[in-house]
């Protein structure tokens, strides 16, 4: 059965390790016809969330029109959610997390996803898995699929890759 997929890449580097990781999954997941739709953060100029709680009142939307709204409902709408990111200082990078606050008006309302996790790093991943997992687990019967991590270029690690295009076409 097709699923809705979404694929949030956070890092700075187009076409970098983690994205060129995203778009492994990508390839899989429409190469099994999936809806898949990718997301590249830093194509998208966002504000921080301001802690105003106005998305915590009935109308449940964040004042701030800057693009993000697109993305949260493709993330409530989704079946199956990709998170990715370079690791830095041992922890996600800033992007995903100023992203992950961003969500606040939904973060509680994504319920049963699938959600697997894209990291890479130079050579130690430290505690980055613990914010994602974190962040992951105040929504509704969450399943942790699967966790790609890659050190070094990844370009050169073609076993990795079609590992994650794999995981992408039997999502
Ligand atoms: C600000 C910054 C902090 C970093 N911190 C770490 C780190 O804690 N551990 C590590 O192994 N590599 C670290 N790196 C290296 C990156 O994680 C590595 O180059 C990664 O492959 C980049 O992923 P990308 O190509 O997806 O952006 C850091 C790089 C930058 C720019």
Redesign the pocket.
């Given at each position: 059965m097709s699923k809705n997929v979404i694929v949030i890449s956070s890092?700075p580097?187009a076409g970098?390790?983690?994205?060129t990781m995203c778009d492994e999954f990508v390839n899989g997941a429409l190469d099994a016809d999936n809806a898949v739709v990718k997301y590249f953060l830093e194509d998208i100029r966002f504000h921080a969330c301001k802690a105003c709680y106005k998305c915590k009142t009935p109308e449940k939307k964040c004042f701030q029109e800057d693009g993000l709204a697109e993305v949260l409902e493709k993330m409530l709408e989704a079946d199956v959610i990709v998170y990715a990111t370079?690791?830095?200082?041992?922890s996600m990078c800033g992007t995903l997390k100023r992203f992950f606050d961003r969500c606040y008006p939904i973060f509680r309302d994504l319920e049963n996803k699938d959600y697997y996790i894209i990291t890479?790093?130079?050579?130690?991943n430290?505690n980055v898995l613990q914010g994602i997992r974190d962040f992951i687990s105040f929504s509704k019967n969450p399943t942790e699929k699967a966790v790609f991590s890659a050190f070094g270029d990844v370009k050169s690690q073609p076993e990795l890759l079609k590992e994650i295009y794999e995981a992408g076409f039997h999502c």
């Open positions: 890092s580097r970098g390790n983690s994205d370079p690791v830095y200082y041992f890479s790093a130079g050579s130690t430290g």
